[in-house]
Structures are given as structure tokens and as C-alpha cells.
């Protein structure tokens, strides 16, 4: 069951965005111009959700666990961040109902938040190409802060920032970190379905309740009680 909150705090890659798609495209030109295998958006699709940085470590090894060598990576890191930084949001999409959800917690006056772990020169510019950045109050990117989810830093300085106490908070996510994040600062968890959770089902992460799409946040508001 879903107290309602006073605020709202929503996550980015599989929770607003479907950003696979670019982030497949530069991935893959990044593995050709490393003369390597490119790997495709099934692949990608299971390695997002912790940060770039992870994301081509893990492109590297080709699985979800490991390190490459060292040099590699090094050499390789620059080549996504150049690619990424001129295709943040050339093929990515908001999922359906997200906008409509966006406007319902908007007009109905909850404090909204973005708390991603997506570095903010990625975050900021794709939330605006795709026309959601005035929706969000504060936007707490993967580097705003030394911690970033499944810490519960960036959730705690966002509820900070809007003078709300951790159990009048929501976090609206995808993932696992998301789950561990609002866990530990006292959150409540609300996740996707379709989200990026490396193929695991987000139900066996226990949130509090898990919705298909964003509009569907206000019938789970909406029939519990203040």
C-alpha cells in the first residue's frame, strides 16, 4: 500500500527514457573504431543502468560482471564520451504515458524531482530535447553528488532540498538500485515493469508496487488516503 507523498523523485533510463537506442548506436561505433565485435541493442539493453562508465566496461568484456584491461578501457572511455555527448538523444524516447503522467503529478501539486545516476552533461540535455526538464523542480545527476544510487545520498539531498521528511517521499524507478536507494533513506519505491534491471524481474526486488505505465501512478495516489 502507497501512502501519498508529498514528494516525487523519478529516475531516467527505463523509467522516462527508453535510451537504449543511443546508447546501442555508441556503444557499437565505439567497439568499431576499437576494431572489435559490436555487440547490438539486446545485448546493451541488459548491460544500462549504472552509468556509463559501467556500461563500457561491461561492452569491453562483453558480459555484466568483469573488468577489461586496463589500457583498453582507458583508450576506449574517451571514444563513447565523444560519441555519446553528440548522440544523447538523437534515437531515444520517452515511453508511452510518461508525459501525461508528468502533467497529472504536476497539476495535482506534488514537489517533483529527477534523481539519476546519468552524469548531468548527458542528463540535462536529453531531459530538454525530449521536453521534460521544467517538469522537475531539481535534477540530481550521477555526478552532482560523491554518491550516487543505490547510495541514498541523491534522494536524501533532493528531499533536502524540498524540506520533506524521507517517509513523505516516493521514488519512482526501474531498477534495483532504485529499490536499495529508496530502501535505505527511507522511501517509498514505486518501479516500471519495462525498465532496465540487467533481465531480472523488478518484482523480485519487493518494491511497493509495480505500474506499466506512468499514468497509472495516479490511481495508485489517488485511492489511498493523505
Not at 500500500?1 to 516525487?8: A, R
Not at 503529478?105 to 530538454?128: D, H, Q, W
Not at 540530481?140 to 554518491?147: A, C, I
Request: net charge negative; glycine share 8%.
Amino acid at each position: 500500500m502507497i501512502k501519498k507523498p508529498e514528494m516525487i523523485l523519478i529516475d531516467v533510463d527505463g523509467t522516462l527514457v527508453d535510451s537504449v537506442p543511443d546508447l546501442t548506436w555508441c556503444v557499437d561505433e565505439m567497439m568499431k573504431q576499437l576494431d572489435m565485435p559490436v555487440h547490438g541493442e539486446a545485448k546493451v539493453r541488459n548491460w544500462v543502468g549504472n552509468g556509463v562508465e559501467r556500461l563500457v566496461r561491461r561492452a569491453l568484456i562483453g558480459r555484466l560482471e568483469g573488468e577489461p584491461d586496463a589500457a583498453l578501457f582507458e583508450r576506449a572511455y574517451p571514444i563513447f564520451l565523444k560519441l555519446y555527448a553528440e548522440n544523447t538523444s538523437k534515437r531515444s524516447l520517452l515511453y508511452p504515458g510518461v508525459l501525461e503522467g508528468l502533467d497529472y503529478l504536476s497539476a495535482a501539486g506534488y514537489k517533483i524531482g529527477c534523481v539519476t545516476n546519468k552524469a548531468a552533461r548527458f542528463t540535462e540535455p536529453l531531459l530538454r530535447d525530449l521536453g521534460v526538464a521544467d517538469y522537475f523542480a531539481i535534477i540530481v545527476s550521477g555526478d552532482t553528488l560523491p554518491q550516487s544510487k543505490p547510495d541514498p545520498a541523491p534522494l536524501l539531498h533532493a528531499a533536502e532540498f524540498f524540506g520533506v521528511k524521507p517517509g513523505r517521499s516516493l521514488m519512482v524507478g526501474d531498477s534495483v538500485s532504485d529499490v536499495k536507494a529508496a530502501r535505505a533513506a527511507g522511501f517509498q519505491i514505486v518501479c516500471m515493469s519495462y525498465g532496465y534491471n540487467h533481465g531480472e524481474d523488478i518484482r523480485d526486488a519487493d518494491p511497493d508496487a509495480v505500474i506499466d505505465a506512468l499514468t497509472e501512478i495516479r490511481s495508485l495516489l489517488e485511492q489511498q488516503a493523505a
